[in-house]
């Protein structure tokens, strides 16, 4: 079966436009996760949805950022007015599980790498 | 100070030798995972644990609850475990988002 894909894989981009990352989860999975990885470090959450509903918003930076998954499938992240400190990788990722259940292991996507010039 | 620290932030050796990576957290966790990261690559997830110890081949994970630590264990290392090492968490029941270390860069040399 499929992974989780994302797409574009490589984005370059000016300062000061508006890009869309999206992702496909694997079929089923009821929840998807977005982070950003700067160059060296460990990935940072963004938000997460549960079905079509933002369960966790806390990590987006500030409202440039925003994303949605109107079908509880597909999930888009959108950023307005690009900045150079934008660039990064975008890794989204799903899970099977609900918020009943404890362990619920997280599959992740190949990444977006986004880079503003 | 990050909730999540890993150490050695970089690591190498030769193959055949036994690694250890550690992980400290300073959270409340529900889980604990370990992931791999190719350059250029996505992430792996390796183990998810809570309690104890896994092992799969050549790996093994432990989790001390009470100290708030875990160790990824790689034995008999080969130059393709090369690779970065994450240790993430999840820090609550009420949410499902991650923690992440900023990684281990493990190079094995043959």
């Known amino acids: 079966g499929a992974g989780v894909s994302q797409t574009p894989s490589n984005k370059v981009t000016e300062k000061g436009k508006y890009v869309e990352l999206r992702c496909d989860p694997i079929?089923?999975?009821?929840?998807l996760y977005w982070y950003r990885q700067s160059l060296g470090q460990g990935p940072e959450f963004l938000i997460y949805?549960?079905?079509?509903?933002?369960?966790?918003d806390s990590g987006l930076p500030n409202d440039r950022f925003f994303a949605v998954r109107p079908e509880g499938s597909v999930s888009t992240l959108k950023i307005q007015r690009t900045e150079r400190g934008d660039s990064a990788v975008y890794l989204c990722?799903?899970?099977?599980?609900?918020?009943?259940?404890?362990?619920?292991?997280?599959?992740f996507g190949p990444g977006t790498r986004l880079t503003v010039l | 100070k990050n909730e999540v620290e890993q150490s050695p932030q970089n690591l190498t050796a030769q193959e055949g030798e036994f690694i250890t990576i550690n992980c400290s957290y300073s959270?409340?966790?529900?889980?604990l995972h370990w992931l791999q990261q190719h350059p250029g690559g996505g992430i792996v997830s390796l183990f998810m644990?809570?309690?104890g110890k896994k092992k799969h081949g050549r790996l093994i994970a432990t989790i001390n609850i009470q100290e708030k630590h875990s160790s990824l264990h790689i034995t008999a290392s080969h130059p393709r475990d090369s690779a970065v090492y994450i240790c993430?968490?999840?820090?609550?029941?009420?949410?499902?988002?991650?923690?992440f270390g900023t990684g281990t860069r493990l190079q094995v040399f043959p």
């Open positions: 990722a799903s899970s099977s599980g609900t918020s009943e259940l404890s362990y619920n292991e997280q599959f």
């Open positions: 079929s089923g999975h009821t929840a």
């Open positions: 949805f549960q079905g079509t509903g933002a369960a966790d």
């Open positions: 959270v409340g966790i529900s889980a």
């Open positions: 644990l809570s309690s």
């Open positions: 993430a968490v999840k820090s609550s029941y009420n949410t499902d988002k991650l923690i």
